[in-house]
């Protein structure tokens, strides 16, 4: 076995174990690390840049052969030459695939992260809602007769502050993200999984502005509005 293929070896090894070590996360409900995708970026490039020294060498020995004179351009021995130059290329041509493929996994797993931070934030505030419907089904009263706030209305009043805050908060965490999804189109303009990705985050930021400026009794401004709205309910 030729050096080259020495070090083949080694590094798809190393691959086919990253591999393993992300199926292994995947099939036991965890998020693979994305160490391990930058890990497999890593192993992958090392391998194009063997192929590369190997076709280049491969170049070299065929053109000064045939220089030469000891290969004849159309022989056996020069197409024989030939054709593991073909095959090195085929093999950079597949390493090249497989170092975007990973990088597509490395991003799609941090959109999944991302998202799943979003989805934790809306249960949250979906189950603060929760409560605060509960107590409306339960016809508590927010103010009493003299129109103090009742350990009701104060539960209330702090989970429709809680929930503008985290929806501010989700809507900041948008603008980030599609800030960083901006920068990666500027280097890959027509990238259409981008372009869909940063239209869906622009989309979802707006309903999350949007539904914080709906809570009338989100701002302090805005308390002696939902004192009014309330005590009129009850």
Partial sequence: MSQFEDISSSISHAVTMLDKYIDLADKNGYYASPELYQKQLEQYNNTL?????????????????????LVEEGSETWNDMLQQIQSVNEEIVDTIIN????????????????????????????????????????????????????????????IHSENYAAYLKQADFYAKEISAIEAELENDPANTTLIDKKQEYIEAQRESVLAAHSNPCAWPTRHDRCRRRTSNAF
């Fill in 99 to 158: 170092i975007q493929e990973v990088g597509n996994s490395l991003r799609d797993l941090n959109f999944t992260i991302f998202e799943r931070g979003q989805d934790d934030i809306s249960n949250l505030v979906s189950e603060g809602q929760f409560y605060v419907d509960l107590l409306d089904k339960m016809n508590k009263d927010l103010y009493d007769d003299d129109g103090k706030i009742t350990n009701e209305g104060l539960t209330v009043q702090g």
């Fill in 49 to 69: 840049n063997t192929l590369t020294s190997e076709r280049d060498t491969l170049q070299s020995k065929l053109q000064e052969s045939v220089q030469s004179g």
